[in-house]
């Protein structure tokens, strides 16, 4: 005689908090990255947790072989959460940790900061304009410029970064060297030509933050344009990506690699040089991880 069991769900779903994510690492400064810069990502990851919570309320007590295909559906459904979860966590880690390579964890750096939403909008609006099948144009010899043509589809969006980056900043350090002071001797010039910072209007000394990687050159990365608005305003500000140069030598290299100006201390120029490599690879690597994170 057949007697009707009960079964529990043979894997109810743990719903495991997504809060641990942000924790400051130690060492580094407490830069809030993946709570205020990766919101679209926590979202996703806390709607399928609310989904979770919502499957684990459920009745789960199912009699075989009378309910077989509510039990079977039940366990599908958690199958599908438990890969929903994965996806989601997945985007989110991507997207922190992208996020904490842009950022210069050095104590006393500036912290990435969410844009306003007026700059969002603009920045999608332009992005919105570059055509599906746009890429990028042949780089420039060494040495020379990196522009984006008056009439190229990413211009729009050009102007729009340029208006946003690089941020204004006053005594911080960039990449873990502070501010120069007024007076002290230009490092982009042999010490014979007797080059030092002068000061500003406002009696600061004179020297701005600098575009390791020129903006020009940034927005024709494969894969930038792909990224959100959200992520691109933080790779074009990417702290990583910037230092202090004089205004001089910032007017001088403009939108180049520092190979090209030919006045430069020569051991100034070649450490330059390698670090314009080192960044490049940096940043493309987090918009690698960018798009992985939003897609």
Known sequence: MFRPTSTRRWARLVVILLAAVFLAVPGT???????????EQLATA????????AHNARPHTFVLPRQQAAYNAYNLEAQQLNAERTLA???????????????????????????????????????????????????????????????????????VLREVSPPTFRNVPLRGD????????????????GYTIGRNAEGLSAVSPDHIIPLARIIQMPGFVKLSPQNMYQVVNARVNLQWLSFKS??????????GMSSAD????????????????????????LLRSQA
């Open 29 to 39: 400064a407490a830069h809030a990255s993946g709570v205020n810069l990766c919101a």
């Open 46 to 53: 806390l709607a399928v947790q609310a989904k979770i919570k």
């Open 89 to 159: 966590r997945t985007r989110l880690n991507a997207c922190v940790e992208a996020m904490r390579t842009l950022e210069d964890t050095r104590v006393g750096s500036p912290a990435l900061t969410p844009p306003r939403p007026a700059d969002l909008r603009d920045i999608k609006a332009a992005a919105d304009r570059v055509p599906a099948n746009w890429s990028p144009p042949p780089p420039p010899p060494r040495g020379k410029n990196w522009r984006v043509d008056p009439n190229s589809p990413v211009r729009p969006l050009y102007d």
């Open 178 to 193: 502070p501010r120069p002071v007024a007076g002290s001797r230009d490092l982009a010039y042999p010490p014979s030509t």
């Open 250 to 259: 910032n007017w001088s290299k403009s939108s180049r690699s520092v190979a």
């Open 266 to 289: 020569p051991q100034w120029r070649t450490a330059q040089m390698q670090l314009e490599d080192d960044v490049y690879k940096v940043l493309q690597d987090t918009i690698n991880k």
